[in-house]
């Protein structure tokens, strides 16, 4: 058993939170070699790692929703698939998406009086954005130095994820 391991068991944690991704799983296939019965969630939500030791059985975490059957995320991927039929499902395609999904919201609703400085007084004046499930409420400028407070856990089961829960929201807490 490694140091690392032997020394994360010694405190007998009911959660292990792993912040690396290959190594990451490393460390849990090493944990679940030596019987930890806790909880491992990693933020590495990655098809690359699906079926990878010590991935199978975790919980990841995530900011976004990630299960393809909600509505706003099935929409997301059919969009993509007319483009991309085989492309997998990954926090860079979600993120990347809604980026430019909230980026044409803030154009439609500046109206046709476009211009840079009437766009950002849209986006900064109030602006507000989240898709149902997917991604929680963010409003604009306050959002500029704030995260959106919400979180995704999805199981790894089978070489495939699996819902675990539904995204849930909350506030953000001012840290001085």
Same mark, same amino acid.
Not at 1 to 6: C, Y
Not at 86 to 91: C, I, P, W
């Given at each position: 058993?490694? #140091?690392?391991?032997?020394?994360l068991l010694a405190e007998d944690p009911d959660v292990i939170y792993l912040q690396a991704t290959l190594s990451g799983t490393k460390i849990a296939d090493a944990l679940q070699q030596a019987d930890y019965d806790g909880?491992?969630?990693? #933020?590495s939500f990655s098809p690359l790692l699906l079926?990878? #030791?010590g991935y199978e059985g975790i919980l990841i975490n995530t900011q976004?929703?990630?299960? #393809?059957?909600i509505e706003g995320l099935a929409h997301l991927l059919e969009s993509v698939h007319a483009i991309k039929p085989?492309?997998?499902?990954?926090?860079a395609l979600i993120t990347g998406y809604l980026a430019?999904?909230?980026?044409?919201k803030g154009l439609e609703e500046t109206g046709e009086d476009l211009t840079v400085e009437n766009f950002l007084a849209t986006m900064n004046g109030g602006f507000t954005y989240s898709v149902d499930g997917v991604v929680g409420e963010s409003t604009w400028p306050d959002n500029h130095s704030k995260p959106v407070p919400c979180s995704v856990l999805t199981k790894t089961e089978n070489a495939q994820f699996v819902p675990f829960q539904a995204l849930q929201c909350g506030t953000n807490i001012d840290v001085k």
């Open positions: 058993m490694s #140091p690392f391991v032997s020394a909880v491992i969630i990693s #933020p079926g990878q #030791p976004v929703g990630v299960d #393809p059957e085989d492309q997998q499902l990954s926090l430019a999904d909230m980026f044409i």
